[in-house]
């Protein structure tokens, strides 16, 4: 599946249950059209890691996902020789008395497992879509790991020489920003910041993902999580809601049998909006009560 277009890429993705807006779509289909990784950065919950699911569905591309964390190691990335199987290999060349090169035989592509990094260079036509997700959470020396395969989509082997791509694999990074990222894996991909949406984005958001919640109810958690976003309430919280915390919202609500929003079912469903203590504590009655009266329409 290809996309001619940044519209068509745009529908493609909304089929698979993502709204991108224009900028984000721009970035996708350049990283597309020129084969380049794309690193996105942006608070937690905003849809970074949705965003490589729906393009792999709408690419109709093997998802490949590589969780980075401190003290990731480069054989879980990339490969691991199987040391059973060539153990196994050597007694029984060993036992049979047989006079041969016994390591290059143990160091054969079938001995090999391969992990993410691998897998994606290796996946046949039409290729695979390879999300190296929270990349901020790796350690230093595991990005400059990288800097070969983001730079020329190949890797090296020290006992097989190197491996290129089959087919280019599209490639996402995500960042949450716990730490600056090296200036050179920045320079080997594109970059897009990923921001909050707007509300009617949101709204499409919930709609699509929460059917169930109907008109008002969807127009309701949209409204509400996008005043949460902005001042002066957002500095009432250490962090905001992102998009996944409005979509299990709007699921929780349904399973109340919420059919309107008042503050007593926003204090008693906190916890879905928030992760930290202070943040929950911080939704009182009298703030739910505020956030969920009518703005007031703006002067023109």
Not at 249 to 265: G, Q
Request: hydrophobic residues 45%; proline residues 6%.
């Amino acid at each position: 599946m290809t996309f001619p277009t940044i519209d068509s890429l745009s529908e493609g993705l909304m089929q698979a249950g993502y709204f991108a807006d224009r900028r984000l779509a721009t970035a996708v289909f350049l990283a597309l059209r020129l084969q380049r990784p794309l690193l996105l950065e942006g608070e937690p919950g905003v849809g970074k890691t949705e965003l490589a699911k729906a393009l792999s569905t709408a690419l109709n591309r093997e998802l490949l996902r590589l969780q980075c964390y401190d003290g990731l190691e480069q054989r879980e990335a990339l490969y691991e020789w199987n040391y059973a199987a060539q153990l196994l290999h050597m007694r029984a060349a060993e036992a049979a008395g047989a006079v041969r090169d016994i390591e290059a035989e143990v160091y054969q592509p079938h001995y090999l497992i391969r992990r993410p990094l691998l897998q994606a260079l290796q996946t046949p036509a039409p290729g695979a879509v390879l999300l190296i997700d929270e990349v901020d959470r790796a350690d230093e020396p595991f990005e400059a790991f990288l800097l070969e395969y983001l730079g020329e989509y190949q890797v090296s082997i020290p006992e097989l020489g190197t491996v290129r791509a089959v087919v280019p694999p599209v490639t996402i990074l995500t960042s949450n920003r716990t730490r600056e990222l090296n200036d050179a894996v920045k320079r080997r991909c594109l970059y897009h910041w990923l921001d909050y949406p707007e509300r009617e984005r949101e709204l499409a958001i919930v709609r699509a993902q929460v059917p169930e919640a109907g008109e008002r109810l969807s127009a309701q958690v949209a409204a509400f999580v996008a005043r949460l976003r902005d001042a002066p309430f957002v500095n009432a919280f250490q962090r905001a809601p992102g998009i996944a915390e409005s979509v299990e919202w709007a699921r929780a609500l349904i399973a109340l049998d919420t059919v309107e929003l008042d503050p007593e079912v926003v204090v008693d469903t906190a916890g879905i909006l928030f992760k930290q203590r202070d943040d929950v504590a911080a939704l009182t009655h009298e703030l739910a009560s505020e956030l969920l009266k009518p703005e007031e329409p703006v002067a023109p």
